[in-house]
């Protein structure tokens, strides 16, 4: 059992027995466009606007080892890190890509997600965006399967996807109008049923072929690929997706971090990225 999947069952567990005193329960937010494993993950609805919002808190008196010291027997370890929040004596400690808010003095924390309602900006998200893009940074080109931008490559988009899935199949028919965006595609593997399934053997195959841009192509196409054993990140990948909150195929990131879950059009996407891009120049 993964960090994850132990955060989010014991704070699932503590909530149930009031320690977080939480009386209004988040609803689920579906993902678009996807074939998904487990359940998407609680979405806080963001707060009313106010006049004012708070600069960001300067608790420089927060104990971190007494933070750490009631956090670890929880979660079987202490955060990645603690820093402030705009909000005065609450904190974020990361797990990962995985967050919860404690008080300076660790009695009490809750999950979900931190608003700005003024901005209406997602904090949380802001953080979650800065870790995954770490994290993916760290993957080498030699273990996913890129289809290159046609000429100057404008936006890379790295995408989870499971050759069993059927809008993963409908978005690998349009890679060739992405390419020719602009847009590199760089494949990570995602078997949604998990390691050791058909499709994981089937994705095996493909990552361990000759040629794994054919390969990958024929397997969307329903053709079989001839068993193959190698060294494989498969495993790695599928592992890597659910630290970062992958739960359904296919699962798509930008070079800063930012998750688009589910299909979306070629032309849908460009949009988005070259949006994107102006917004940050």
Request: net charge negative.
């Given at each position: 059992?993964?960090?994850?999947?132990?955060?989010?069952?014991?704070?699932?567990?503590?909530?149930?027995?009031?320690?977080?005193?939480?009386?209004?329960?988040?609803?689920?937010?579906?993902?678009?466009?996807?074939?998904t494993?487990?359940?998407?993950?609680?979405?806080?609805?963001?707060?009313?606007?106010?006049?004012?919002?708070?600069?960001?808190?300067?608790?420089?008196?927060?104990?971190?080892?007494?933070?750490?010291?009631?956090?670890?027997?929880?979660?079987?370890?202490?955060?990645?890190?603690?820093?402030?929040?705009?909000?005065?004596g609450?904190?974020?400690?990361?797990?990962?890509?995985?967050?919860?808010?404690?008080?300076?003095?660790?009695?009490?924390?809750?999950?979900?997600?931190?608003i700005?309602?003024?901005?209406?900006?997602?904090?949380?998200?802001?953080?979650?965006?800065?870790?995954?893009?770490?994290?993916?940074?760290?993957?080498?080109?030699?273990?996913?399967?890129?289809?290159?931008?046609?000429?100057e490559?404008k936006?890379?988009?790295?995408?989870?996807?499971?050759?069993?899935?059927?809008?993963?199949?409908?978005?690998?028919?349009?890679?060739?109008?992405?390419?020719?965006?602009?847009?590199?595609?760089?494949?990570?593997?995602?078997?949604?049923?998990?390691?050791?399934?058909?499709?994981?053997?089937?994705?095996?195959?493909?990552?361990?072929a000759?040629?794994?841009?054919?390969?990958?192509?024929?397997?969307?196409?329903?053709?079989?690929?001839?068993?193959?054993?190698?060294?494989?990140?498969?495993?790695?990948?599928?592992?890597?997706?659910?630290?970062?909150?992958?739960?359904?195929t296919?699962?798509?990131?930008?070079?800063?971090?930012?998750?688009?879950?589910?299909?979306?059009?070629?032309?849908?996407?460009?949009?988005?990225?070259?949006?994107?891009?102006?917004?940050?120049?």
């Amino acid at each position: 059992m993964n960090k994850k999947t132990v955060l989010s069952a014991l704070l699932a567990s503590l909530l149930v027995v009031g320690l977080a005193n939480a009386e209004d329960k988040a609803a689920v937010a579906p993902a678009a466009s996807t074939e998904t494993t487990a359940t998407a993950a609680p979405a806080v609805p963001a707060p009313a606007a106010t006049e004012t919002a708070k600069a960001p808190t300067t608790d420089a008196t927060v104990d971190t080892a007494l933070l750490n010291e009631k956090l670890k027997p929880l979660f079987g370890d202490v955060p990645d890190s603690i820093k402030p929040t705009p909000v005065s004596g609450v904190f974020e400690a990361k797990f990962g890509t995985e967050l919860i808010y404690v008080s300076a003095d660790g009695r009490y924390f809750f999950s979900g997600d931190l608003i700005d309602g003024t901005s209406r900006t997602n904090l949380s998200e802001q953080s979650r965006t800065v870790e995954r893009k770490d994290m993916l940074a760290k993957v080498e080109d030699k273990d996913a399967v890129i289809f290159k931008a046609k000429g100057e490559q404008k936006h890379l988009l790295t995408v989870f996807t499971d050759v069993d899935c059927g809008y993963c199949v409908k978005l690998h028919k349009e890679v060739n109008q992405l390419n020719e965006a602009g847009v590199s595609v760089r494949y990570l593997a995602y078997p949604r049923a998990g390691i050791g399934s058909e499709s994981y053997k089937k994705i095996v195959n493909v990552w361990c072929a000759d040629d794994k841009q054919d390969a990958l192509t024929k397997s969307k196409a329903g053709e079989t690929i001839a068993a193959k054993e190698c060294e494989n990140p498969v495993a790695k990948e599928f592992e890597l997706g659910q630290k970062l909150g992958v739960n359904g195929t296919p699962a798509l990131f930008t070079e800063d971090g930012t998750m688009i879950p589910g299909y979306r059009p070629a032309d849908q996407l460009v949009k988005i990225l070259d949006d994107m891009k102006t917004k940050v120049n």
